[in-house]
């Protein structure tokens, strides 16, 4: 029952990433799905990968991504289209 709960809830916020235009909201949604696939990694008992995805995914790449919208903002790109 947890394991089609947690996928139901990555599959949702998997496409609210791709369907987002504020960059933000989509990067939030980004680490939401990673989390989630982190909880299943670990229902699946791959606790190795799980601990070594949630290092890269929701750590650096959540980090990463959030300085590069940074970044044009500074070149003047906006986050929302109207």
């Given at each position: 029952?947890?394991?089609?709960?947690?996928?139901?809830?990555?599959?949702?916020?998997?496409?609210?990433?791709?369907?987002?235009?504020?960059?933000?909201?989509?990067?939030?949604?980004?680490?939401?799905?990673?989390?989630?696939?982190?909880?299943?990694?670990?229902?699946?008992?791959?606790?190795?990968?799980?601990?070594?995805?949630?290092?890269?995914?929701?750590?650096?790449?959540?980090?990463?991504?959030?300085?590069?919208?940074?970044?044009l903002e500074r070149f003047g790109y906006?986050?929302?289209?109207?």
């Open positions: 029952m947890m394991i089609e709960l947690f996928l139901v809830l990555f599959l949702i916020s998997s496409l609210l990433v791709v369907l987002e235009k504020r960059l933000i909201r989509a990067l939030v949604f980004l680490a939401l799905a990673s989390v989630f696939l982190i909880l299943l990694l670990y229902l699946y008992r791959a606790t190795d990968v799980a601990l070594a995805f949630s290092i890269v995914s929701t750590g650096a790449t959540t980090v990463l991504f959030l300085a590069i919208i940074k970044k906006e986050r929302e289209y109207h």
